[in-house]
């Protein structure tokens, strides 16, 4: 048996904690193989490791934790404010709790200065240096149908320079012709994609996510010569990786709502391993 | 001649220390010979990379104790980290349960001690945000046999080299993971998916 590993399913067995991702372990064991794709990779590095290093380089910078909480608050994008929020919370609840039963014992000398913004920081750097290998490691083959950052501008992992991180990603409208295929792939695989058009047309109510992708996929299929734009290709990510995931293939998801009806749509087996 | 006398005096000092320190040997302790490229020892004895400690590179004899000590921070920390492994050691030849959580209780906080040098090397620090983690995940439960096995492993390495590389932190992450220890744990309850705003 084989296994398409999307976006979350590996951002939750490699960021989450083992309540969320044993579970996708155990599930994952009847696969002999395991793909996964360097567009789950991009979608990765310009998601959850765009956030992972926007809070360490702040973590150095700052000299308070304190201050790396009103920077976040002074952003105004309020989804990545709000996510970043969620993260040192959460964070910070964990190493305060430590901090407060292990070394409140300890004399004034001996106690760690600025102990839960020193963890944030030794946490995220951990995180974003090993994800690039331990996604090759979690994997067996990493497909590349759509050629995203192929040959000339490289898809590069994080640059740590001793301090802080660069995670630039480069705008791939700039270089469309020399890094991506995508519209190539689109059209090889029309069929599946007009299916899953169909599907996503007959949708009454459909939410903020499916209108994007909707919109991005027909006007892919509509415009057959054109290079697809950034924003076009990544608002129709799903799309695309199902397309990408090989046939009989089991497509590993953590979203069934979206992904079980455009896997049905495109021929693939959706299987959730998230409660709807 | 005053500096003369002194450092004569001091060196008196130091051999009379030495000599009770020894118990009356007053041969010195001769350094191995170790080759700068290779960083091997040359010299006679075992030849292995293993007997390379920092407490060793940067241990002195101290005239008012009587003993050879360290004070440079990565040596008392690969000291602590000895003494943590002595015990996690111990703990696995440990028949008796209880015996066994003691010792390891005191490895913990042997390494919990380390945290006056936490903010001083990114390494370390990346090396201790991981030991905390694994320590705090696995509070409420009793140990067994393949977790004290990769502590011990994780404390090898770490004694060896308290400011790990890369590489070394990446073993101490696959170590303490594969022993089933949640390094993730912090992150438990966030959201990390992508907002269809977010694109």
């Given at each position: 048996?084989?296994a398409f590993l999307e976006t979350t399913t590996v951002v939750d067995l ?10 996708i372990?155990?599930?994952l064991?009847?696969y002999?193989?395991k793909y996964s794709s360097?567009?789950v ?94 996604f090759?490691?979690l994997v ?101 990786l199902?397309?990408?995931a090989?046939?009989?293939a089991d497509v590993v998801n ?23 | ?199």
């Open positions: 048996m084989q490699l960021f989450k904690d083992t309540g969320t991702a044993e579970p372990r155990n599930l064991k009847k002999e193989i360097q567009y990779r991009m979608e990765i590095k310009r998601g959850v490791l765009q956030h992972f290093v926007y809070l360490h380089n702040k973590a150095v910078e700052c000299k308070t934790l304190a201050e790396v909480q009103a920077c976040i608050s002074g952003l105004t994008c309020t989804p990545q404010r709000y996510k970043l929020a969620t993260i040192t919370k959460a964070m910070e609840d964990f190493y305060r709790d430590f901090e407060k039963t292990r070394f409140s014992s300890f004399p004034p000398d001996q106690r760690p200065a600025q102990f839960i913004k020193n963890m944030l920081a030794a946490f995220l750097r951990v995180r974003i240096k090993r994800f690039w290998t331990a090759e490691r067996d083959v990493v497909l590349d149908g759509p050629e995203c950052y192929k040959r000339v501008f490289v898809l590069a992992p994080p640059h740590f320079n001793g301090k802080v991180f660069d995670n630039t990603l480069s705008n791939c409208d700039r270089f469309k012709p020399e890094i991506c295929r995508v519209r190539d792939f689109c059209n090889d695989n029309a069929a599946a994609l007009t299916s899953i058009e169909s599907y996503l047309t007959s949708i009454k109510a459909p939410d903020q996510e499916t209108l994007n992708r909707r919109q991005s996929v027909k006007e892919v299929l509509r415009l057959k010569k054109r290079d697809i734009l950034r924003k076009t290709c990544w608002r129709m990510g799903d799309a695309v199902i397309l990408e090989p046939a009989g953590g979203n069934c709502k979206h992904y079980d009806p455009m896997c049905k749509a495109a021929g693939k087996v959706s299987v959730c391993y998230r409660k709807r | 001649m005053a500096d003369t006398n002194s450092s004569g005096t001091n060196a008196k000092h130091v051999a009379s220390a030495y000599r009770e320190a020894t118990g009356g040997e007053l041969e010195p302790r001769r350094a191995p010979i170790i080759d700068i490229a290779t960083g091997l020892e040359t010299g006679p004895g075992v030849l292995s990379q293993d007997r390379i400690e920092a407490r060793r590179l940067y241990e002195f004899f101290s005239v008012e104790t009587g003993k050879f000590e360290v004070d440079v921070p990565v040596a008392i920390i690969s000291e602590t980290l000895a003494t943590s492994l002595q015990r996690v050691r111990s703990a696995l030849a440990e028949a008796n349960e209880l015996e066994k959580e003691n010792h390891i209780s005191l490895a913990w906080s042997n390494v919990l001690g380390l945290a006056r040098f936490i903010g001083v090397w990114p390494a370390f620090d990346e090396a201790v945000s991981l030991l905390f983690t694994a320590f705090e995940v696995h509070r409420a439960a009793p140990y067994n046999p393949p977790e004290l096995i990769a502590l011990q492993k994780v404390l090898e390495m770490l004694r060896r080299n308290p400011l790990p590389t890369d590489t070394e932190i990446n073993v101490i992450y696959e170590s303490l993971e594969a022993a089933h220890f949640d390094l993730n744990a912090p992150l438990a309850g966030v959201n990390l998916d992508e907002s269809p705003e977010e694109l």
